[in-house]
């Protein structure tokens, strides 16, 4: 048998294929890490927002806590994840706060702290400190103190709560561990002023002078930054509005 070599055949092309699926997976691979550094900056700009505002809340707290002492504080005082230090200058408190990367100064003229007297106090919170322990646990759930200054117990009657971005399901709302709401409905979000329907009034109890923890449990795992504002209403009809922002 011989071999019979035709020097006028086409050269074998099946190599060539490769350059364009050589040059396509380049250019996929270079889109790949362009928008993975694309999400990566938006992702780090999303988390020096929150960062920005936590540390207001941080600063804006320090300032009432000195305000209340009436005096300076010595040294720089952990709250909420971060860190502030005040000033004084006669009645003015200048605090500094600290959260992650981010720093924001608050200035109070003020002779004297948050929290109000009487037995009908227009708001039985320090909005700013109890703004400044927001915080998340685990993947559904949040926390925030409710910082009490007012010499008077007062004890949640209702509440209200939106968000921005996406208002996620609620399920439960806690304080110091006791149930104080439940969702019963089985509606995607509650909506309006909601009574608490759980627990005995002792469970919705918030002493003068003390910090009980509020804790509240979504339905599903959020997946953003999102900004809170909670509405609590009381039996002697005094409100907090707290807002706040919350990292996911």
Same mark, same amino acid.
């Given at each position: 048998m011989s071999l019979h070599l035709d ?44 960062e920005s505002a936590q540390a207001y809340w941080?600063?804006? $707290? @320090?300032?009432?806590?000195? #305000?209340?002492? !009436? *005096?300076?504080?010595? &040294? %720089?005082?952990?709250?909420? $994840? @971060?860190?502030?230090?005040? #000033?004084?200058? !006669? *009645?003015?408190?200048? &605090? %500094? ?13 003020? *002779? ?137």
């Amino acid at each position: 048998m011989s071999l019979h070599l035709d020097r006028n055949a086409a050269p074998d092309k099946n190599g060539s294929v490769l350059v364009p699926v050589v040059a396509a997976m380049l250019l996929l691979s270079l889109c790949g890490s362009a928008l993975a550094d694309l999400f990566a900056a938006q992702r780090l700009q999303s988390v020096l927002s929150v960062e920005s505002a936590q540390a207001y809340w941080v600063a804006e $707290g @320090g300032a009432w806590h000195a #305000a209340h002492e !009436g *005096a300076a504080l010595p &040294s %720089t005082t952990d709250l909420a $994840g @971060g860190t502030y230090t005040v #000033a004084q200058d !006669g *009645a003015s408190y200048t &605090s %500094t706060g600290l959260r992650g990367q981010a720093r924001r100064t608050v200035t109070l003229d003020h *002779a004297a702290g948050g929290g109000s007297t009487g037995t009908s106090p227009s708001d039985p919170l320090d909005i700013a400190a109890s703004v400044a322990t927001a915080r998340k646990v685990g993947n559904d759930k949040f926390e925030l103190d409710l910082v009490s200054l007012n010499e008077y117990p007062v004890v949640i009657s209702s509440f209200s709560v939106t968000a921005v971005w996406w208002t996620w399901p609620i399920d439960k709302l806690k304080l110091d561990g006791d149930d104080i709401w439940k969702d019963n409905s089985g509606v995607w979000m509650p909506t309006g002023v909601l009574p608490v329907n759980e627990g005995d009034p002792e469970d919705r109890l918030i002493l003068a002078e003390e910090a009980p923890t509020l804790r509240v449990e979504l339905r599903y795992r959020p997946f953003w930054p999102i900004n809170y504002t909670l509405v609590l209403r009381y039996t002697n009809g005094a409100t907090s509005t707290l807002s706040f922002p919350i990292q996911w």
